[in-house]
């Protein structure tokens, strides 16, 4: 009976020890350096995947329609550019802020969480996500402070173009990720 007892008690231990160590390894595997890895885009059902690809399509060309914009009111040129947000009164940056300001949030906001969806490392989604935002404030802030100085006019160029190549380069890398 004690022998029985022994053996029972051993092989309660020995599945203990089993089931911990499955919980182990299966913690790792999900939480690789307490880090959630995503399976990346291209296992999404093919319907998401055309979806966010359209989606990011359409956000392109919504992008293109602001820089053309832009283009045409300023034709890229600094003098013009400073010229014009000088000119601006407090109510009318105050509208252009908050006609820009929603903009920027739905499509990198829409951007960059299929991007955190995607395959690619940690520390580059932590770059754009860091990034993005710092360069949208720094754009929006440029924009009041023209009237302190006219350098703020190159910081404002500086975070569109910023901007406009971080969209360019998540846009390629999603698509990548997606097919």
């Not at 995607?118 to 440029?142: H, N, Q, R, T």
């Not at 404002?156 to 971080?166: D, E, R, V």
């Given at each position: ?17 089993a089931a ?30 055309l979806l ?127 097919w």
């Amino acid at each position: 009976m004690e022998e029985e007892e022994v053996r029972e008690r051993d092989f309660t231990c020995e599945v203990e020890r089993a089931a911990k160590k499955r919980r182990h390894s299966l913690r790792s595997e999900v939480f690789p350096k307490g880090l959630y890895r995503f399976p990346g885009l291209r296992g999404a059902p093919l319907s998401f995947r055309l979806l966010a690809s359209v989606l990011l399509c359409l956000l392109g060309v919504s992008y293109l329609v602001l820089l053309a914009s832009i283009g045409s009111d300023t034709e890229m040129k600094m003098a013009n550019i400073v010229e014009a947000y000088r000119t601006f009164t407090t109510t009318e940056l105050l509208e252009h802020t908050f006609k820009y300001l929603p903009w920027f949030i739905g499509t990198f906001g829409a951007t960059l969480t299929l991007f955190c969806l995607s395959s690619y490392p940690e520390k580059l989604k932590l770059f754009f996500v860091c990034a993005v935002p710092i360069a949208i404030l720094s754009d929006m802030g440029s924009m009041w402070l023209i009237r302190a100085h006219a350098l703020f006019g190159w910081q404002l160029l500086a975070s569109g173009f910023f901007l406009a190549l971080c969209f360019v380069t998540l846009f390629a890398l999603i698509q990548r990720d997606l097919w």
